[in-house]
């Protein structure tokens, strides 16, 4: 690289050689081998209803984009119909789109949260959440994971230190890397006591836990202090995110959500898609029950073969350690047809890199059996 450009770029070269020695430069790879990698859960990414879904819309003449934000001309039809819909399905008292969950759980924490309130953050919470922490008005601490004795112990030592404002809790009731659930009842239990918030990112969980898929903040009905994200890029298949919460909430992140006044609103088309996905959680339960049952199979199988993946839910981890050889072990399998990815820090705690092992209903249990077999071939972590 000739002198002119290592003055332009030379920090950027240098960051990305540190990478590398520590084999954690990234690149972008294309789709191959039998899906152990998405979160596609319930296949409906390309399933038919959802294509004529779209197709009619766009026979309809609904627009490709909005043409604006939503407070200016692009609010649609669309938008709101999904919105209203969504509410209700999930049993809140309102709802609103955003073009993704990243946008989705940035906004809510810079909007929300007030200058001189309290973010107490579960340590694996998704980076978004980290990033709207560290962006929004509000104080926050990291309490260890799924640890009520560090949460409860933050907001008191917060609250002695003079900290007179409100308290937002917030959690993943699916952890993306760990594959593990939040314990909420303690969460709602504690947000009761503590008149506090309670914001719950539903990513994972969405369309595959609770009655007909709609997550596992369900059960605890319309709640003025729970606010809720429930991704519809995963198991709905789509894109963008809804968040469900209070009519005063919503309003005020209406008139004050920079991320929300000041984009572009998000494609009609994909608002159509995702009320399709909800249409289809609704009339196709067997897609939620066909999951469940190959989550169960799949864990029996990993027992029987004595691969080890702790877990109880769609997401599975299988812990190597070092990245080098994490990264070394996703190839063999890719080689061997599987399309499962390697996952290396900051994603996960240094220490801790790992296959990261998604069950979706684009796979049946034949694959299922090859790919743990495979996989105990190529660990040596037969069955005893």
């Known amino acids: 690289m000739s002198s002119s450009r290592m003055d332009k770029f030379g920090p950027y070269v240098e960051a990305l050689r540190a990478l590398q020695d520590d084999n954690r430069l990234r690149g972008l790879n294309s789709r191959a081998g039998i899906d152990f990698s998405s979160n596609d859960y319930l296949a409906l990414a390309?399933?038919?209803?959802?294509?004529?879904?779209?197709?009619?819309?766009?026979?309809?003449?609904?627009?490709?984009?909005?043409?604006?934000?939503?407070?200016?001309?692009?609010?649609?039809?669309?938008?709101?119909?999904?919105?209203?819909?969504?509410?209700?399905?999930?049993?809140?008292?309102?709802?609103?789109?955003?073009?993704?969950?990243?946008?989705?759980?940035?906004?809510?924490?810079?909007?929300?949260?007030?200058?001189?309130?309290?973010?107490?953050?579960?340590?694996?919470?998704?980076?978004?959440?980290?990033?709207?922490?560290?962006?929004g008005r509000a104080e926050f601490r990291i309490a260890g994971h799924n640890d009520l004795g560090a949460i409860e112990s933050a907001i008191r030592d917060w609250r002695a230190d003079g900290g007179m404002g409100r308290v937002w809790m917030v959690a993943e009731s699916l952890y993306s890397m760990d594959g593990d659930f939040a314990p909420l009842d303690d969460l709602v239990a504690l947000a009761d006591r503590l008149d506090a918030f309670l914001v719950v990112d539903e990513a994972h969980a969405t369309g595959v836990y609770g009655e007909q898929g709609r997550g596992l903040t369900s059960q605890y009905g319309r709640r003025e202090n729970l606010l809720v994200i429930h991704t519809c890029g995963k198991a709905l298949g789509v894109a963008?995110?809804?968040?469900?919460?209070?009519?005063?909430?919503?309003?005020?992140?209406?008139?004050?959500?920079?991320?929300?006044?000041?984009?572009?609103?998000?494609?009609?088309?994909?608002?159509?898609?995702?009320?399709?996905?909800?249409?289809?959680?609704?009339?196709?339960?067997?897609?939620?029950?066909?999951?469940?049952?190959?989550?169960?199979?799949?864990?029996?199988?990993?027992?029987?073969?004595?691969?080890?993946?702790?877990?109880?839910?769609?997401?599975?981890?299988?812990?190597?350690?070092?990245?080098?050889?994490?990264?070394?072990?996703?190839s063999a399998m890719q080689d061997r047809g599987f399309d499962i990815r390697g996952i290396r820090p900051p994603t996960v705690p240094v220490g801790t890199a790992r296959l990261r092992i998604s069950l979706t209903l684009n796979v049946n249990e034949d694959d299922v059996v090859s790919m743990v077999d495979a996989l105990a071939e190529e660990t040596k972590e037969k069955a005893q």
């Open 46 to 135: 390309c399933a038919s209803r959802m294509k004529k879904a779209v197709l009619a819309a766009i026979e309809r003449g609904t627009p490709l984009g909005s043409g604006g934000s939503r407070l200016l001309r692009g609010n649609c039809e669309e938008h709101e119909c999904l919105e209203a819909e969504a509410a209700q399905f999930f049993g809140a008292e309102t709802a609103l789109f955003f073009a993704s969950g990243y946008v989705a759980n940035f906004a809510v924490l810079t909007t929300l949260p007030q200058r001189g309130d309290l973010l107490v953050l579960d340590s694996l919470v998704h980076a978004s959440i980290h990033e709207g922490a560290r962006a």
């Open 240 to 330: 963008g995110a809804l968040v469900t919460a209070s009519g005063v909430l919503r309003d005020f992140m209406i008139n004050r959500c920079r991320p929300f006044i000041f984009a572009t609103a998000p494609s009609p088309l994909i608002a159509v898609a995702v009320r399709e996905a909800l249409l289809i959680l609704q009339r196709e339960p067997e897609r939620q029950q066909r999951l469940l049952r190959l989550v169960a199979f799949t864990h029996r199988k990993m027992e029987a073969r004595g691969v080890r993946c702790p877990s109880s839910s769609q997401i599975l981890r299988y812990i190597v350690g070092d990245n080098a050889h994490t990264m070394r072990l996703a």
